[in-house]
């Protein structure tokens, strides 16, 4: 199955979301070899990139063998987004703009980006006619929202079209309000009501975790895509899942031969002591529910070094290869925060 973003074709119908701290280009690489479509980076503020604060540049990083680069840009004013989109596309070579209209954090939405941009539709509508324009015919902008700010003001269907008419290829809609920030039920008939209002490819988002979850969602809403958060950390094989139409549940020498590759992508990355420190929290999903896990857990934040990661995961390895590793109930524990 494909679909298409404007003038650019997509093989597959699962994409990793954006996620802050987590979709960089070793963990978009990592997705993306297990059969993801397409990943979008981490969210990236416009107002730093035109003032090329730190290593803003670093979020914007292709990953290899990653064909179509989407980068996820936040803020409030219209200039400095439409200027931050002709920066990503020159500077990183950006293929696809996508603007986070959904995003609940207060530092956001004290700024009035993010999901606060649904309550000013105007502006809204603004900031993607400017980046439109930015970013050229052949790259196009593609929005991501929620269903609305609450239950009264569900609104994602009139903001749909209109984004549509201001010239977004694309909507991935979190089918949740912002009110119910991760959690609660994902509203599946907001995405087919998106879906009914426009012309244009709709993804639908919000609580995916297996194929049969990806399959029920397109078939129920008539969505031409699903975007998954959560579910791919420590879970990467998802999207192998979805691509083959049945749950794949890696061998735990798969979990480990991929665990290594993570790691080796993330110390090419970021060098050795940022490689430890991020691999942390994926080794935490990585090994969450194996048995033995919640001991290893323990040790993870004393991680400073590659070298550390390796020895950490090679003694697991050993124990569960030799039947020594037991099972509790905290093996559970230390799951993907909301
Ligand atoms: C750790 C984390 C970071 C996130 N960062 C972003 C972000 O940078 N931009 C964005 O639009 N959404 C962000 N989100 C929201 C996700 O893209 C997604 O919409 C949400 O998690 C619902 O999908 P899921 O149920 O598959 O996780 C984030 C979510 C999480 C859990």
């Not at 290899?64 to 219209?78: I, N």
Request: net charge positive.
């Amino acid at each position: 199955m494909s679909f298409a973003i404007g003038p650019i074709q997509i093989d597959g119908t699962a994409i990793l979301a954006p996620l802050a701290s987590v979709s960089d280009a070793p963990f978009r690489q990592i997705c993306l070899e297990q059969g993801c479509a397409l990943a979008v980076t981490e969210m990236v503020a416009s107002e730093a990139l035109v003032r090329n604060v730190g290593k803003i540049m670093d979020r914007m990083v292709r990953a290899d063998g990653e064909r179509v680069l989407v980068v996820q840009l936040f803020g409030a004013d219209p200039g400095a987004m439409a200027r931050a989109a002709a920066i990503a596309i020159e500077r990183s070579g950006a293929d696809v703009i996508d603007i986070n209209m959904g995003c609940p954090v207060r530092k956001i939405l004290g700024v009035g980006a993010g999901v606060a941009l649904m309550r000013e539709p105007d502006k809204a509508v603004a900031i993607v006619r400017e980046v439109v324009r930015a970013s050229g015919p052949a790259v196009p902008v593609t929005v991501k929202m929620r269903a609305g700010w609450d239950d009264a003001s569900v609104n994602a269907e009139q903001m749909a079209r209109r984004v549509q008419d201001a010239g977004a290829a694309a909507i991935a809609l979190h089918a949740r309000t912002k009110e119910q920030v991760h959690s609660g039920a994902s509203r599946w008939e907001v995405i087919a009501a998106v879906k009914a209002a426009v012309r244009i490819p709709v993804i639908g988002n919000g609580g995916i975790r297996s194929a049969a979850d990806a399959e029920a969602m397109m078939q129920r809403t008539g969505c031409d895509a699903v975007m998954i958060g959560r579910g791919a950390l420590g879970n990467p094989w998802l999207f192998r899942s979805i691509a083959l139409g049945r749950e794949v549940q890696p061998t735990w020498q798969e979990r480990f031969e991929l665990i290594r590759r993570h790691l080796a992508l993330h110390v090419a990355f970021a060098g050795d002591a940022a490689a430890a420190r991020e691999m942390r929290k994926h080794l935490g999903w990585y090994l969450r529910g194996l048995p033995g896990s919640a001991m290893v857990r323990a040790s993870l934040q004393r991680m400073n070094s590659a070298d550390d990661v390796r020895a950490t995961i090679e003694a697991f390895e050993q124990a569960v290869a030799s039947g020594r590793a037991r099972s509790s109930d905290r093996d559970f524990g230390g799951g993907p925060s909301a």
